[in-house]
């Protein structure tokens, strides 16, 4: 592979190395922080150039980036997020479109674009990102490269700035298998785990319906192994076997659901500086805003009862070695470029996207993306959700997987 | 009882009313809001006046208040918080100390101070508080009232200002059982349960060990209806048998890990405000930010891993309908103006205290606090504790308990 620097790549907003000062489990790996994330001494600028100004820098690392310095691990700099972390497309209006290197002419994906990048670009061995609605797993679908978004809850967000603190985590993106296993056990504080087989694994017929027809086949070959490697454990079912109210089955009911969360959160989280600063966003983000302020407010206690309602229903429906298998995007990544506006119908990108990754989101389950590589067509990636805390025994899982790398 | 007026009780920051639109579960109910949570178009003042000075009002209600509203309780207003959310004592610096009205010479406990005040004193049904490390279960077992902290993220935080996110949880202070199942329902989005037994109550002997010789007297009572109450379920165990690797079976080590967390996390969240603008702190709270300020942060990784592996522990020892019973607090409410000075040998009122409280907020468990009411003594509470995510189970026999009221 060519090697790519980093002013190619366009992933970092700063550089700098910050080195270790102990040896641990992550000695000689190097990670980039997404710029929503606290690095002490520097401005935490959530890809927005007045809450740059406006902010102070942090005094202190978040959490997170204190325990990979603690295990060893060497932080590289900064990358470019998504303005506060809004929208699944990584093109930010102010800073530019990190580049997606397996899919030049394609976005790399938000709001951890510049994490993604970084990492796909081989400048990092993985990279720290936030994850509310996708924001880890989208990338990693687009830039071919694994990404973990983890239980609610269980890393700390203390020094990330929230965006909706009942859906928001802090995730990793990794180039390999190992490596993501590897971070994502130092944040969660996990033992080491042996390699676990899971119960059952179930394929969500509605999840893969969402897809494009040429993801649905690039989709194929991997569920083909997913069923050799699990055999008999592997059921195809409907979403209307775990919820059996639903008359529907539409993954769309999630993301309606997320979307008033998200809209109700984050107005709450931001809304008041907007209204005090009046700050200048690029077109999409100050429609997203336009949204939150918008959203009729007495939506939320019905949908918070739903939300509710399909969280317990996951964690009745899944024992705690079950997996849920989905496509973690139905489309490709789109052209740079290409979505101007966010297209509201149920049909449209932002709608089905939302409604895959909504799962893991409304109903608080670790999930990790999986890259696909075949020779002729973008990166797309495939998903495994566990239950809710049962993240190690979902990466004892992702471990000891063939991975999906179909050479022809 | 002599009825208390809004300014004898010096609960409120500022009073409003703030009708319902709708009608529902809570119709006639009346609470009131610790000032560390939005309410639209007031500023959160979150107990400090650089604070409350330097932040714009809010543009929306948080999440919790809108849920309440939507359910049909009118709100009454704001209340007095500790600055920040800092301290047990309830006694604000720059907005006084409200009154706890069954030991008017006693501190109310903080840091949801008002919202235990305004409750006991009669002025409102139930009240938002705030608990990272005991804030909403201190005052109620200080003003003679119940108080839940509910398990970690169920709640949402949205519109809440944060203090250690990993540890922050919106609860409830209530003049009633029943008004605390309520409550709590409509955030926690719960269906209405039935009364419920527990299959095991795990009376923690370390824990009641902790409290002062007055204190165990007046728990001698309520343990022994505990006992016949729930029978042949109570088990007195030591902590070492939930942590068969603990040496000493102390809960101290539950506030180490606690103090390091909360110190490194609020730092994320308030360090780079204080460092910015040097605002004004009581003498109490200027010593906490210190504190924060200089934890040697080398220890946030280790700490972490105690904290899940104690999270762990806790999960694997209870099953989903065993109760822990500890002591509330170790000591009645300090008299005021006592504490002038954080004390941080193991036998202190702090630490005390926080090895009580830390338990529920290390471990990330539901607990609730039950007033004790003797004729003469001052309050004192008692708690359940719950399995992680079993609030419903903990609320369930709550609302089928006899209470603790020992007239003589």
Same mark, same amino acid.
């Given at each position: 592979?060519?090697?790519?620097?980093?002013d /190619?790549?366009?992933?970092?907003?700063?550089?700098?190395?910050l080195?270790? &000062?102990?040896?641990?489990?992550l000695?000689?790996?190097?990670?980039?922080?997404k710029?929503?994330?606290?690095?002490?001494?520097?401005?935490t600028?959530?890809?927005?150039?007045?809450?740059?100004?406006?902010?102070?820098?942090?005094?202190?690392?978040?959490?997170?980036?204190?325990?990979? $310095?603690?295990?060893?691990?060497?932080?590289?700099?900064?990358?470019?997020?998504? /303005?506060? &972390? *809004?929208?699944?497309?990584?093109?930010?209006?102010?800073?530019?479109? %990190?580049?997606?290197?397996?899919?030049?002419?394609?976005?790399?994906?938000?709001?951890?674009c510049?994490?993604?990048?970084?990492?796909?670009?081989?400048?990092?061995? *993985?990279?720290l990102?936030?994850?509310?609605?996708?924001?880890?797993?989208? %990338?990693?679908?687009?830039?071919? =490269?694994?990404?973990?978004?983890?239980?609610?809850?269980?890393?700390?967000?203390?020094?990330?700035n929230?965006?909706? %603190?009942?859906?928001?985590?802090?995730?990793?993106?990794?180039?390999?298998?190992?490596?993501?296993?590897?971070?994502?056990?130092?944040?969660?504080?996990?033992?080491?785990?042996?390699?676990?087989?899971?119960?059952?694994? *179930?394929?969500?017929?509605?999840?893969f /319906?969402?897809?494009?027809?040429?993801?649905?086949?690039?989709?194929?070959?991997?569920?083909?192994?997913?069923?050799?490697?699990?055999?008999?454990?592997?059921?195809?079912?409907?979403?209307?076997?775990?919820?059996?109210?639903?008359?529907?089955?539409?993954?769309?009911?999630?993301?309606?659901?997320?979307?008033?969360?998200?809209?109700?959160?984050?107005?709450?989280c931001?809304?008041?500086?907007?209204?005090?600063?009046?700050?200048?966003?690029?077109?999409?983000?100050?429609?997203?805003?336009?949204?939150?302020?918008?959203?009729?407010?007495?939506?939320?206690?019905?949908?918070w009862?739903?939300?509710?309602?399909?969280?317990r229903?996951?964690?009745?429906? $899944?024992?705690?070695?079950?997996?849920?298998?989905?496509?973690?995007?139905?489309?490709?990544?789109? $052209?740079?470029?290409s979505?101007?506006?966010?297209e509201?119908?149920?049909?449209?990108?932002?709608?089905?996207?939302?409604?895959?990754?909504?799962?893991?989101?409304?109903?608080?389950?670790?999930?990790?993306?999986? %890259? =696909?590589?075949?020779?002729?067509?973008?990166?797309?990636?495939?998903?495994?959700?566990?239950?809710?805390?049962?993240?190690?025994?979902? $990466?004892?899982?992702?471990?000891?997987?063939?991975?999906?790398?179909?050479?022809?």
């Amino acid at each position: 592979m060519k090697r790519i620097s980093m002013d /190619e790549s366009g992933a970092f907003i700063e550089r700098f190395t910050l080195a270790p &000062a102990v040896s641990g489990v992550l000695d000689g790996l190097t990670f980039a922080v997404k710029d929503l994330i606290d690095v002490a001494g520097y401005r935490t600028g959530c890809g927005n150039p007045d809450w740059r100004k406006q902010h102070p820098p942090a005094t202190v690392n978040a959490v997170c980036v204190e325990q990979l $310095l603690a295990a060893g691990a060497i932080c590289s700099g900064k990358t470019i997020t998504d /303005e506060m &972390a *809004f929208s699944l497309l990584g093109e930010n209006h102010f800073y530019g479109t %990190p580049l997606n290197p397996r899919a030049p002419d394609r976005v790399p994906g938000g709001s951890s674009c510049g994490s993604a990048s970084a990492t796909a670009c081989g400048l990092v061995d *993985f990279a720290l990102g936030t994850d509310t609605g996708g924001s880890v797993r989208i %990338p990693a679908s687009n830039c071919g =490269i694994y990404g973990m978004r983890p239980t609610h809850g269980r890393i700390s967000v203390a020094g990330v700035n929230p965006l909706s %603190p009942s859906m928001d985590t802090v995730g990793i993106l990794a180039s390999s298998a190992q490596t993501l296993v590897r971070a994502m056990s130092v944040l969660l504080a996990l033992p080491v785990s042996q390699p676990q087989k899971p119960d059952r694994v *179930f394929i969500i017929r509605e999840a893969f /319906e969402l897809c494009d027809p040429d993801v649905s086949e690039t989709m194929k070959e991997p569920l083909e192994l997913i069923r050799e490697f699990f055999h008999n454990k592997v059921h195809e079912i409907s979403m209307r076997e775990i919820d059996q109210q639903s008359e529907s089955g539409l993954l769309y009911d999630w993301y309606e659901i997320y979307r008033v969360m998200q809209r109700a959160e984050s107005e709450s989280c931001l809304g008041s500086w907007v209204a005090a600063t009046n700050p200048e966003f690029g077109p999409l983000i100050d429609e997203s805003f336009q949204l939150a302020r918008n959203l009729d407010r007495n939506l939320i206690k019905a949908n918070w009862e739903l939300r509710e309602k399909y969280y317990r229903l996951m964690n009745s429906f $899944l024992g705690s070695k079950d997996l849920i298998c989905i496509p973690t995007a139905p489309a490709y990544a789109p $052209l740079k470029g290409s979505l101007i506006k966010r297209e509201s119908s149920p049909g449209g990108y932002y709608a089905r996207t939302l409604s895959l990754t909504s799962v893991a989101g409304v109903a608080r389950l670790p999930q990790t993306s999986i %890259p =696909i590589e075949t020779p002729d067509s973008p990166p797309i990636g495939i998903s495994f959700i566990g239950r809710s805390d049962e993240d190690a025994f979902l $990466l004892s899982v992702i471990g000891s997987l063939p991975g999906f790398s179909f050479q022809r």
